[in-house]
């Protein structure tokens, strides 16, 4: 039996993704002895470099933060050995050649396994698979190829990525990225539903009145201007990010928790869900504002966006899903850049005690008596259950209280980051946590024509102060469907 080399090839690795996220996973990985005995890490990119001088870019943000471990400066410098460097261009199949050299030189007589990271604007993906030629690579192991999104603008652009990174790739090498897939909580959202007798049965129209995913961060695009504004906050998040935790909550029991069968479930429900329209969905843009001393600027004074740009950097939208279990529960998303707070949670609001026997201790605000259920993905997870609960005493005053679940009380070892599972499962070929393409077509069959319809009519976005809980619409919208954001609440 032939031994086995994994070699992992960062392209674009000079970039910012690679240097902050990319390369601190695997040295993470390592750390814990997750890679395989054999394995090396080659950075591509068209800056000249030598080995050394990629060890010491890397080398400035590995941290030892898993724990303060003696050896773990050793382990760095172990790691960093590992690590070499290829400068070429994107297109150059000569330079990919080269490349393909160096990798079978340290593979010879073993059985070589390569992952290529696509840490590149999606643009020149298909250059670079093209001239890597992955799917003739000579080795004799598997290739997998990660793709970070955005994996195009709107349906027919993504369809056509889909089609060109095909004629080059298997859809099994494939692995598109959406890392709030790797969040712990994320990741944990099927476990407390599917092995909690308490929830499962909850998880309907019958006892559900909404369910909100909020997103939101407490910086602008500041240095991604020139992205983002091709882009905006529905493209960046709310396709991506929201939608597959929505499609995590939403979506049947799977038959298992293989691969196929969960990304099956997604499908199903995204393609259910009805057609995103105009009128249930608000739009903003933050101006620049100025708070104790310090002055914040808007979207628009970045150098890189257009002044008369109408991109929106918040976003909030009322979406339903067509079926027995959800109809017409509204999934209430919100996402937003340069708000009063970095957050990302997603908030079960539960009915009403039908007939509660303790109404007159609500006064006439009954929604100050549901239940609610919480997972903070971000920042400081947390799971929490709002009860109510008789305030210890004499009397009968009720209070609303809390179950609560926080994760660096229960669980005081670090939770690795996102990219570390997805790198991981990439290696061992898990695919659960991975965008399969009809996923991906059904995300944008569902946004596309409201963002068409966005930008035909020209919407003018809500402006918003910077650091401010964002444009009012949002709760006008809410209103609209009889719910309050529970996290303003
Ligand atoms: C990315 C978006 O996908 O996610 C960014 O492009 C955003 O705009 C980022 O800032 C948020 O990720 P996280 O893990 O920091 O919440």
Known sequence: KLESTLSITVVGASGDLAKKKIFP??????????????????????????????????????????????????????????????AGQYNSEEDFSKLDDKLNEKEVGKLSNRLFYLSIPPNIFVDVVRCASLRASSTKGWTRVIVEKPFGRDLESSRQLTRCLKHYLAEDQIFRIDHYLGKELVENLSVL??????FEPLWSRNYIRSVQLIFSEDFGTEGRGGYFDNYGIIRDIMQNHLLQILALFAMETPVSLDAEDVRN??????????QLE?????????????????????????????????????????????????????????AGKALHTRRAEVRV???????????????????????????????????????????????????????????????PREIPDAYERLL??????????????????????????????????KIVPEFYPYGSRGPVGAHYLAAKHNVRWGDLT
């Open 25 to 86: 996973a695997l040295f993470a990985l390592y750390y814990e002895d997750f890679l395989p005995e054999d394995f090396r890490v080659f950075g591509y990119a068209r800056t000249e470099m030598t080995d050394e001088e990629l060890r010491n870019m890397i080398s400035k943000t590995l941290t030892c933060r898993i724990d303060q471990r003696e050896n773990c400066e050793d382990k760095m410098d172990q790691f960093l050995k590992r690590c070499y460097y290829h």
């Open 193 to 198: 539903r599917f092995s909690n007798l308490v």
């Open 265 to 274: 479930e997604k499908v199903k429900v995204l393609r259910s869900m009805k």
């Open 278 to 334: 105009l009128e249930n969905v608000i739009v903003g843009q933050y101006k620049g504002h100025s708070k104790g001393g310090k002055s914040f600027p808007g979207y628009t004074d970045d150098q890189t966006v257009p002044k008369d740009s109408l991109t929106p950097t918040f976003a909030a939208a009322a979406l339903f899903i067509n079926n027995s279990r959800w109809d017409g529960v509204p999934f209430l998303m919100k």
């Open 349 to 411: 609001q539960f009915r009403h005690v039908p007939g509660n026997l303790y109404r007159r201790n609500f006064g006439t605000d009954l929604d100050k008596a549901t239940n609610e259920l919480v997972l903070r993905v971000q920042p400081d997870e947390a799971i929490y259950l709002k009860i109510n609960n008789k305030v210890p005493g004499l009397g009968m005053r009720l209070d609303r209280s809390e179950l609560n679940l926080l994760y660096r009380a229960r669980y």
């Open 424 to 457: 991981l499962d990439a290696i061992e070929g898990e695919r659960r946590l991975f965008i399969r393409s009809d996923e991906l077509d059904a995300a944008w069959a569902l946004f596309t024509p409201l963002l068409e319809e966005l930008e035909e009519k």
